[in-house]
Each structure stands twice: as structure tokens, then as C-alpha cells.
């Protein structure tokens, strides 16, 4: 209705040049995306409380080595050495064009964030994790559920992290989230 009445004093004042302006309706040519929707898919998940599974074996000298690859390395293309027995160094990932290719794996590169024996040009946003056995797990300060919630969802104990979620965010599974706790918590060569 309120476009008829628009067209109507459209057309008084301009009335040579109403029909091209009134002619169609072009309100339904196209698709009007519902914006709420969309918008709720790309939202950020809340942040999750997890329970370290019984299944992660911080002893595991192979989830150790996980972890330590994931913690070190940009992803698969960049990784320079070998991956570690089980975990593989490209994905095969369904394009748009619905085609099946092969990608580098994400990895984590904690490193960009922390200091930990080894790291070549670590950042310093997050705390140095250097030593942190004897310094945070052996004088009990922190344990390894408190390890594995905080790479899990770094959110619960720090709303205000600048550190990445890990799990809630399906960036990475709750095996690599255990290889992960294994390497911080694990006792490393100096160098
Ligand atoms: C973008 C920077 C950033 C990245 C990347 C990052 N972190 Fe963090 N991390 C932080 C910051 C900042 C903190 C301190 C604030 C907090 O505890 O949430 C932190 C805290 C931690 C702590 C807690 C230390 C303690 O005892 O208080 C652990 C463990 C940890 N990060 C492990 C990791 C691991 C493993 C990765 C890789 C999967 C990683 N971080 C990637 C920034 C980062």
C-alpha cells in the first residue's frame, strides 16, 4: 500500500517520469537474506567448562610428541620436520566447488603466543611456559585439568583471554586438546 501512495504523489509531481519509476515492484526480484540468521551461525560459541578425559595419558611419550608439534608449527605446509605418529600433516577438505582437495593442517603455534624450552622466536603475549612442570604442576599451583580447560576454552577461568579457544571452537579434537596438555605438563630438554 505504502508504495502505491509513494507512487501516487510520485506521479503528480513527476508525471512524465512516474511510469519508469512505479512500473514494477521490485521488492520480490530479489532475495532478502534474514541478517539475525545469518549472523547467528558466525556468533562466537559460549564459553564451556570440560572435564579432562580419562583417555588422555599425559605419560604417552607420542601424545607428548603431538603436542609438541602442534605447539611449535604454523600448520603442515610450514612444519619442516616429519609429523609425529598420529597426526598427518594434510587434510582432504571439500572445496566450495564441492571437489575434494588436500590442505595443510592447522596446527597450533602456541609458540606465536608463549616461550617454552625449544621455541625459536617466541611471542610474549601469553606467560613463558618454560619449566613449568617444577614450577607450576610439582608445587601444585596448577594441575592438568586446569592445563586442559585452558587450551580447551581459555574463557572459563579469564573471561577476558586474549588466548585462542581451542575445543568449543572444533579448531582442534579433545585427543589433540590431551597432546597438548601432555607437552606442557611434561618434563622438556633445556635447549
Ligand atoms: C594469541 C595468543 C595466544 C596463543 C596463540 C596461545 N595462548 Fe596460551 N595464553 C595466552 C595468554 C594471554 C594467556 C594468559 C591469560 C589466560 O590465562 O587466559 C595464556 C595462558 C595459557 C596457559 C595457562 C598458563 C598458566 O598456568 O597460567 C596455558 C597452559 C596455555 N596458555 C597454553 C597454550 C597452548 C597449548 C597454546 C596453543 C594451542 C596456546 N596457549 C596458544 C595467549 C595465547
Known amino acids: 500500500m505504502r508504495t502505491k501512495i509513494k507512487c501516487l504523489a510520485l506521479t503528480t509531481l513527476f508525471l512524465s517520469t512516474s511510469a519508469s519509476l512505479c512500473a514494477a515492484d521490485l521488492t520480490k526480484a530479489y532475495d532478502m537474506p ?87 622466536g617466541a611471542g610474549n603475549i601469553g606467560p613463558s611456559l618454560i619449566d613449568y612442570k617444577a614450577l607450576f604442576i610439582d608445587t601444585k599451583a596448577r594441575d592438568a585439568q586446569f592445563v586442559y580447560q585452558k587450551i580447551a576454552d581459555p574463557r572459563v577461568d579469564n573471561a577476558n583471554t586474549h588466548m585462542t579457544v581451542n575445543l568449543t571452537t572444533k579448531l582442534f579434537n579433545e585427543q589433540e586438546i590431551c597432546d597438548y596438555t601432555a607437552y606442557v605438563v611434561s618434563v622438556k630438554n633445556k635447549k
Open 34 to 120: 534474514n541478517a539475525t540468521e545469518m549472523i547467528k551461525k558466525d556468533l562466537f560459541p559460549a564459553a564451556t567448562k570440560y572435564t579432562m578425559p580419562k583417555s588422555c595419558n599425559l605419560n604417552d611419550a607420542k601424545a607428548i610428541a603431538r603436542g609438541k608439534y602442534m605447539f611449535h608449527n604454523l600448520n603442515g605446509k610450514k612444519a619442516k620436520k616429519p609429523a609425529p605418529e598420529g597426526l598427518v600433516k594434510f587434510v582432504e577438505k571439500k572445496g566450495k566447488d564441492g571437489k575434494v582437495k588436500k590442505k595443510p593442517k592447522q596446527f597450533g603455534n602456541c609458540v606465536a603466543c608463549h616461550n617454552i624450552e625449544g621455541a625459536k
